[in-house]
């Protein structure tokens, strides 16, 4: 493909088409769309996780994860449109640091957890978890499409305000996001998740300048 087609693609992923839409635009098939954009995802969960202040112990290291994004689990994801295909709820942690929205996904936290410390109990002191649930300002269950708000916010009234409305504001573009994406295996959820990430902390800016600059950093890998 030449680097005039793939700036091409590039412009209209960051315009957030669809492949369908961004094939039928460019005139490259649905497969080979399908192909960069998922290599352009990979590159940008890098990036995203080069900025992400350090996770609490037991958090998947990036190889760990980039090779179940490799594997092609099917395992699907708790979607509320496709409830009778779950398995196991994805659950993710979101926080903000330094004027920006990190996520985690939390395997060894359960809807049960979530709803019981959301309830004010501590029944997550007895598994071990509290540390790790205390760096989020919200946890999402995706299989109910339910954001749970953990209070844990900044003590000054305007910045706690602030975190508040960014975890809100990025809960609603991911919702939105994701609800188009019908059926998703978990690994393609992990992929879409990090997009959010990254598209809500860069919405002020011109996201196809911020690809070019991200892909010399992270050069896509076309073998």
Known sequence: MSERKFKEILKLFSEDLTATQIANISGVSRVTI??????????IVKYCESLQPETASGAASWPHRANSLHQGYDTAVAVKTDVD???????????????????????????????????????????????????????????????????????????????LDDVDGFWGLTKHRLAKFKGLN??????????????????????????????????????
């Open 186 to 223: 978990r690994n393609t959820a992990y992929l879409h998740l990090k997009e959010c990430e990254f598209r809500y902390n860069y919405r002020h800016e011109e996201l196809y300048t911020v690809l070019l600059n991200l892909l010399k950093t992270f050069p896509l890998n076309l073998s």
């Open 34 to 43: 399908n192909s960069y954009l998922k290599k352009i995802r990979l590159q």
């Open 85 to 163: 295909r779950i398995i196991k709820p994805v659950i993710f942690g979101i926080y903000k640091q330094d004027n920006k929205v990190f996520t985690e996904i939390l395997p060894d936290v359960s809807r049960s957890m979530i709803q019981a410390i959301a309830r004010g109990r501590s029944v997550l002191e007895t598994v071990g978890s509290a540390e790790r649930i205390r760096r989020f300002n919200g946890v999402v269950d995706l299989g109910q499409y339910r954001l749970y708000h953990l209070g844990n916010h900044h003590h000054d009234v305007d910045a706690g305000k602030t975190t």
